[in-house]
């Protein structure tokens, strides 16, 4: 089981739908949980991060963190074409010293 | 504020030889991190480093790869000798502390594709 899991996709939505995406992590003691979008040929960009349970909203995004069911998703609000990326679930824990485990992201592509 | 700054961009050698990637994180970060990242995946962490300590390598290659960050602000990552399966980007981050907020600032990577 890899430690931060998330589907490949690719993920399509239509222009000004909602885009939910979904990561589930293994070690329960994590505390920090980060998505970071990456274009194509550009390095990772932090959009959220979440530390507690429930909802966070900043825009038209919004991360959701169940601890409980080890899972966290982002829900991104009138999806634009702009938004087409790979996004990356980050999780932090406290084995191992505070390292930040990557998924292997999830394509998102936005049609016009 | 300056971001991270990674060179070089671009690396093109043949297998066997050596290669040395160069990271300058944001000022007054003391942690900093080389990841790995091949196509389609996410970065894989090869070392982190708190202020000038290596304090996390376990999942560097030591056989081929070294690092270091003298006095504890630019780091410098080498592989050598390189193989055809270094190929990928090499990602350098910071973080403003050892226990802070754990978000990543990231470089624009150095792409190294050994031949």
């Not at chain 2, 894989?44 to 390598?57: G, K």
Request: hydrophobic fraction near 35%; charge should be negative.
């Amino acid at each position: 089981q890899k430690e931060v899991e998330q589907n490949s996709g690719p993920l399509s939505v239509p222009e000004g739908a909602i885009a939910s995406l979904n990561c589930t992590y293994s070690d329960r003691v994590s505390q920090s949980f980060f998505w970071y979008r990456q274009y194509s040929g550009k390095s990772p960009e932090l959009i959220m991060s979440i530390y507690s349970n429930g909802d966070k909203e900043d825009g038209r995004f919004t991360a959701q963190l169940n601890k409980a069911s080890q899972y966290v998703s982002l829900l991104i609000r009138d999806s634009q074409p702009s938004d087409s990326a790979t996004y990356l679930c980050a999780v932090m824990g406290n084995t191992g010293g505070f390292k930040t485990i990557f998924g292997a992201g999830t394509r998102l592509f936005v049609k016009a | 504020e300056a971001g991270v700054v990674q060179s070089p961009r671009y690396k093109i050698i043949e297998k066997k030889q050596p290669v040395a990637f160069w990271c300058n994180p944001i000022s007054g970060h003391n942690t900093l991190y080389w990841y790995l990242q091949n196509l389609g995946q996410g970065p894989e962490l090869l070392i982190r480093y708190e202020n000038e300590e290596a304090v996390d390598d376990s999942q560097l290659p030591k056989d081929r790869f070294s690092a270091e960050r003298l006095k504890g602000v630019d780091s410098t990552l080498k592989i050598q000798p390189a193989e055809l399966g270094d190929s990928a980007v090499y990602l350098c981050a910071s973080s403003p502390g050892a226990e802070g907020t754990g978000e990543l600032f990231f470089g624009e990577g150095s792409r190294l594709t050994v031949l």
